[in-house]
Nanobody
Framework: QVQLVESGGGLVQAGGSLRLSCTAS????????????AAWFRQTPGKEREGVSC??????VVDYIDPVEGRFTISRDNAKLYLQMNHLKPEDTAIYYC??????????????????WGQGTQVTVSS
């Protein structure tokens, strides 16, 4: 089974930056992390988990939700997924999760379409 472990979260002041990492290991039916589309989600208490950004298997197609467009950058390389977060705002405070969708392209950002998840990393942005 592919396993995902996030890191890089923490406490930062508004306007600051963080870089989240997600390290993958293992295989699922002979396929590894590098064979699938991957995404970052975030969740705050009492709210549904929302997709933040997604990247295709080959990294040629990326998507962002409007609130992070221009501030966040998703990338991937050799069984790792990254999220560079700049100009952070208090409303970016959440637990951030990486996830894998068993397809080449993202094809939407519904959490139910992603079958493998990490445990999450807390990002807190102070005002």
């Amino acid at each position: 089974q592919v396993q995902l472990v996030e890191s890089g979260g923490g406490l930062v002041q508004a306007g600051g930056s963080l870089r989240l990492s997600c390290t993958a290991s293992g295989t699922t039916y002979g396929s590894s992390f590098d064979d699938f589309a991957a995404a970052w989600f975030r969740q705050t208490p009492g709210k549904e988990r929302e997709g933040v950004s997604c990247i295709s298997k080959y990294g040629d197609v990326v998507d962002y939700i409007d609130p992070v467009e221009g501030r966040f950058t998703i990338s991937r390389d050799n069984a790792k997924l990254y999220l560079q977060m700049n100009h952070l705002k208090p409303e970016d405070t959440a637990i951030y999760y990486c996830a894998v969708r068993k397809s080449v392209y993202c094809l939407g950002s519904s959490p139910s379409d992603f079958s493998i998840w990490g445990q999450g990393t807390q990002v807190t942005v102070s005002s």
